[in-house]
């Protein structure tokens, strides 16, 4: 494995750009996600869900208010992502391969994949109840241990209120990271957004930065996390 220098990623769901004063801000939202100082930032419900699902961010502003790229995950030209999943990168940062899983369940849910250089990153956001849940983690390692081997970290909103059961059909094979509470955002309560990785990178949990003055730009917090590799020698 071709050693990289430590990226910071995040994870945020954005509730499609609704704050917990229920006013909708993208700018808002992009002010935070800059503030995370990411190289790669995961969303989830970064588009509306009905009709075309349009994006909920102005794509011509995002690199200019964030410092980051979409990453072409999506497959129409109004939306930031697929499911509302979305990938912002660094304009360094090119993804070699997309890939798209369909999850099964009672709702629409999917997950995407992308290889950086060195690194693959994988966006889920699963469903609200628990055997669709173990379906789709069921899925996404079948369909990850499909793909040529590549270091792996998932993350995103896994929906899973307990931190002892729920997600061991993942953890059989990688680390689950819970970095905190971090639903709702206004009196947290829920560990509901999680890390996973394989055992050829090191993650350390940071601490998100400070929250502005006024209200939370979602009713989700964020999670970040610096990625290394594991020296394999």
């Known amino acids: 494995m071709s050693d990289f220098a430590p990226l910071r990623l995040a994870s945020y769901n954005i509730r499609a750009g609704l704050g917990t004063d229920l006013r909708r801000d993208p700018l808002r939202v992009m002010a935070a996600i800059a ?8 969303l989830q419900e970064a588009d509306f869900r009905m009709g075309s699902r349009p994006t909920a961010l102005p794509l011509p ?20 992502g697929w499911h509302g ?11 070699d ?5 369909a999850l099964p369940g009672l709702e629409p849910r999917g997950a995407v994949a992308v290889d950086l250089p060195d690194l693959r990153v994988v ?10 849940r173990r379906a789709q983690l069921d899925h996404i390692r079948e369909e990850l241990d499909a ?3 590549r270091p792996t970290v998932i993350l ?21 990271l819970t970095p905190g509470r971090t639903f709702p955002s206004t009196l947290p309560m829920g560990a509901l957004d999680r890390i996973a990785h394989c055992d050829r990178l090191h993650v350390r949990v940071i601490d998100p930065p400070s929250k502005a003055k006024g209200r939370h730009p979602s009713d989700h917090l964020p999670i970040l996390a610096e990625i290394r590799a594991i020296d394999a020698g």
């Open 61 to 80: 502003l995002i690199e200019s208010h964030t410092g980051l790229r979409p990453l072409p995950v999506a497959e129409n030209d109004v939306s930031l």
């Open 156 to 176: 995103g909103d896994f929906n899973e209120w307990s931190r002892k059961v729920g997600l061991g059909r993942l953890a059989r094979r990688y680390t689950i």
């Open 97 to 101: 391969k997309i890939y798209r899983f």
């Open 147 to 149: 793909l040529p081997e």
């Open 123 to 132: 966006g889920v956001h699963l469903g609200l109840l628990r055997h669709s």
């Open 35 to 42: 503030a995370f100082k990411a190289d790669v930032v995961a």
């Open 85 to 95: 999943i979305a990938l912002l990168a660094r304009p360094d940062l090119s993804a």
